[in-house]
């Protein structure tokens, strides 16, 4: 599958590596695709990925991935020409979080997730990978069990693209929690996962369903 993912930052990086890995063929984008500082990635990546234009990536994409921060997300995707997004997948990762003074979600009564999907009425958002910190997003690892992944959208068949790019970058657990408004809830749990870090000084952090 064609991907593109919009961001060039250390998620954009690692999910594009992690999914040219898997056999997709990905286009990551930033402000300056041709910065030196990108080059290393390509190397890497070799003849299946590439760094373009923010338009570009968008309009390669068969499926899109939003890998920005928050503070700049809006701008971004409103550069970008309507028609790239049109009737798409678009997997959301962001959080809209507050620092100061310790850590807290910056929305009430509604989600990142749900305000990337109002931002693209025509394309099918789904949220994931938003949880976890991007060390942990490919090929997950934990010695004390199977970290399970969750996904939230409006659109069944759009979530089980997602599933299956999870699946691609090692979540073999994967948990639908329902339509877009359950991004909510995927949003407190990044809080309680950050929270968690810094209290066990971990590196990363996920959730897991154990059994008795």
């Keep these: 599958m064609n991907i593109g993912i919009v961001g060039a930052g250390n998620v954009g990086k690692i999910l594009g590596k992690g999914l040219v890995a898997a056999g997709h063929c990905v286009a990551i984008s930033g402000r300056e695709p041709h910065d030196p500082k990108h080059l290393t990635w390509k190397?890497?990546?070799?003849?299946?990925?590439?760094?373009?234009?923010?338009?570009?990536?968008?309009?390669?994409?068969e499926l899109i991935i939003v890998a920005l921060p928050w503070s700049c997300?809006?701008?971004?995707?409103?550069?970008?020409?309507?028609?790239?997004w049109k009737n798409k997948t678009?997997?959301?990762?962001?959080?809209?979080?507050?620092?100061?003074?310790?850590?807290?979600?910056?929305?009430?009564?509604?989600?990142?997730?749900?305000i990337v999907q109002q931002l693209l009425p025509e394309s099918h958002v789904v949220k994931t990978l938003n949880n976890v910190n991007d060390k942990i997003m490919v090929d997950p690892k934990f010695n004390d069990g199977t970290p399970l992944m969750f996904v939230s959208g409006n659109n069944p068949s759009s979530k089980n693209q997602a599933q299956?790019?999870?699946?691609?970058?090692?979540?073999s657990?994967?948990?639908d929690l329902g339509d877009i408004r359950q991004s909510r809830l995927q949003e407190s749990i990044m809080v309680a996962c950050v929270i968690s870090e810094i209290q066990l000084q971990s590196p990363g952090s996920a959730f897991a369903l154990l059994q008795c």
């Design 90 to 114: 678009v997997i959301d990762i962001s959080n809209a979080v507050h620092f100061d003074g310790g850590l807290r979600l910056q929305l009430v009564d509604t989600s990142a997730g749900e």
């Design 164 to 171: 299956t790019l999870l699946k691609d970058l090692g979540w």
């Design 173 to 175: 657990t994967i948990v």
């Design 43 to 61: 190397q890497e990546v070799g003849a299946s990925g590439d760094i373009t234009s923010f338009n570009e990536a968008a309009l390669f994409g």
């Design 73 to 84: 997300l809006k701008d971004v995707v409103e550069t970008i020409n309507p028609i790239y």
